[in-house]
C-alpha cells in the first residue's frame, strides 16, 4: 500500500485587510495568528501518500484520535469567513493532536520503541537547538512544529513521527483490558498533559487542599477537574452553560458546579458565588479553560485568594482589560500556559492512568469512522458532546 486516506484540512491565504505578516510567515505561510490569515477553512476526505518512517522515526497505525476544541475552531469561522483558531499553523494539513496509535515499524537508529508497541504522540515538536530549548521552554521554541496544525497529525490511517516525541502506554492494556480500549484512554493523554502543565508546572504554586475554580468544562476543563481531584483539591468550583458538560464535572470530581447563564437571570455574578463557597477566601487556582477573557478576568479579578494564581489555557483572538490593583493588593499571579513539553509531564500522566489515579475514558461520547469525519465535526460544531473521537 503505497496511498492511504486521510482528512486535509485546507483553507485560502488571504491576511486580513491591516493584518502585516512577516517575512517568514510570506516565506513558508507558517503564520502565527492562524485567526488573522486563513479563510474559508474545510476538511475533506483525501488519498495521500503513505509515509515512511525515516532514520530515528516512527511509523504508527493511528488507533484513536479526539476532536479538540481547536481542531473545531480551526473549521469554524467568523463573520468575515476567517477561521476561528488564533494560533500557530500553515496549511493544508492533516489535523488532529489528541492521538494514539500502534508502532508498525521504525526507522534506523530507533531503539526503545518496537512494532507492536502501543503509543501515544506529543503535539509540541520543538527542535531542541534553539535558545529557548535550550533554557527548557520547549514549548516556546523559536522553530516549533506542531502536529496537526504546522504538520501533518492524526486524522489519517498512518501517520510518522519522531521518536523523540513518542511515548509507550503498553501498561493500559492492563487498566482496560483491550486494545480498543487502551486506545481511546491514549488518545485523552495529550489534554490531560496540557493540564498537568498548567496547573503544576506553570502556575507552580498549586498545593494539596488548595480551593479550586476552573472555567469551562469542555474537555480541557474536565481534565483540570480530574487532575485536581487526583492531586487533593479542597474545593473544585465549575462554571459552564451546557447541562451534559455540567453532569460531567461533577463525574470527574467537581464539589461545586454553576451555570453562569442561570446566575445572570438571577443577577448574580460568578466571582459572588466563588467567595460564598470559599466562605470569603477565595479561589488559590484559576483554571481558565474556556477562551473569554473579557468576560471571566472581571469574575477572576474579583475572587483571587491573597497568593493566588491564574493559569491561561484557552485560546481566543480578543483582547482583556486587566485591573493591576487586584495583583498587587493580592499577591497573585496570571500564568501562560502553551502545550505540554518538558518536565516530566508525558511519564508522570501515563503514570496516573496506568495506575487507576485518572481515567479520562467517560469524556468521550461520540465515535466516528474517518470516513465520517465531517459528521465528527458538525457533532461536536452543536455542541452535545463531550469529547468526540474518530477511530482510523
Known amino acids: 500500500m503505497t496511498r492511504q486516506i486521510a482528512a486535509v484540512l485546507e483553507a485560502d491565504f488571504r491576511p486580513r485587510p491591516g493584518y502585516r505578516l512577516s517575512g517568514e510567515e510570506e516565506r513558508t505561510r507558517r503564520v502565527v495568528n492562524g485567526s488573522r490569515v486563513w479563510r474559508a477553512p474545510r476538511v475533506e476526505i483525501r488519498e495521500i501518500d503513505l509515509p515512511r518512517p525515516g532514520r530515528g522515526e516512527v511509523l504508527i497505525k493511528l488507533g484513536a484520535v479526539g476532536i479538540c476544541g481547536s481542531d473545531l475552531h480551526m473549521v469554524e469561522m467568523d463573520g468575515e469567513g476567517y477561521m476561528l483558531y488564533p494560533g500557530l499553523t500553515r496549511l493544508p494539513v492533516v489535523p488532529g493532536h489528541e492521538l494514539s496509535g500502534v508502532v508498525d515499524s ?71 483490558g483491550s486494545e480498543e480500549k487502551a486506545l481511546e484512554a491514549g488518545s485523552l493523554v495529550e489534554p490531560l498533559c496540557v493540564n498537568y502543565n498548567a496547573i503544576f508546572v506553570r502556575a507552580g504554586n498549586y498545593r494539596p487542599g488548595c480551593n479550586a475554580v476552573v472555567w469551562g468544562a469542555g474537555p480541557i476543563g474536565l481534565g483540570a477537574v480530574a487532575l485536581l481531584k487526583a ?162
Open 231 to 392: 492531586s487533593g483539591a479542597a474545593k473544585i468550583i465549575v462554571f459552564e452553560p451546557v447541562d451534559a458538560r455540567r453532569e460531567m464535572a461533577k463525574r470527574m470530581g467537581a464539589t461545586h458546579i454553576f451555570d453562569p447563564v442561570e446566575l445572570q437571570s438571577k443577577a448574580v455574578r460568578p466571582y459572588e458565588k466563588i467567595m460564598e463557597v470559599t466562605d470569603g477566601a477565595g479561589a488559590d487556582l484559576h483554571v481558565e479553560a474556556a477562551g473569554r477573557p473579557s468576560k471571566i478576568l472581571p469574575e477572576v479579578e474579583r475572587s483571587l485568594a491573597v497568593g493566588g494564581s491564574v493559569v491561561w489555557i484557552g485560546r481566543a483572538d480578543e483582547e482583556a482589560s486587566v485591573w493591576l490593583e487586584y495583583f498587587q493588593t493580592h499577591a497573585s499571579q496570571i500564568y501562560g500556559s502553551q502545550g505540554h513539553a518538558g518536565n516530566a509531564v508525558w511519564p508522570r500522566v501515563i503514570r496516573m492512568i496506568e495506575n487507576g489515579r485518572l481515567d479520562p475514558t467517560p469524556m468521550i461520547t461520540a465515535r466516528f469512522e474517518l470516513e465520517n469525519v465531517s459528521g465528527a465535526f458538525q457533532a461536536l460544531r452543536e455542541r452535545g458532546h463531550i469529547k468526540v473521537t474518530i477511530k482510523p
Open 106 to 176: 521504525v526507522g534506523e537508529g530507533v531503539e526503545d520503541l518496537k512494532p507492536g508497541d502501543l503509543v501515544v504522540v506529543e503535539e509540541m515538536w520543538y527542535c531542541g537547538r534553539c535558545d529557548a530549548c535550550r533554557t527548557s521552554y520547549f514549548n516556546q521554541c523559536y522553530g516549533l512544529e506542531e502536529m496537526g496544525f504546522t504538520v501533518n497529525g492524526g486524522m489519517e490511517e498512518y501517520m510518522v513521527a519522531e521518536a523523540k516525541y513518542v511515548w509507550k502506554i503498553n501498561g493500559f492494556l492492563d487498566i482496560y
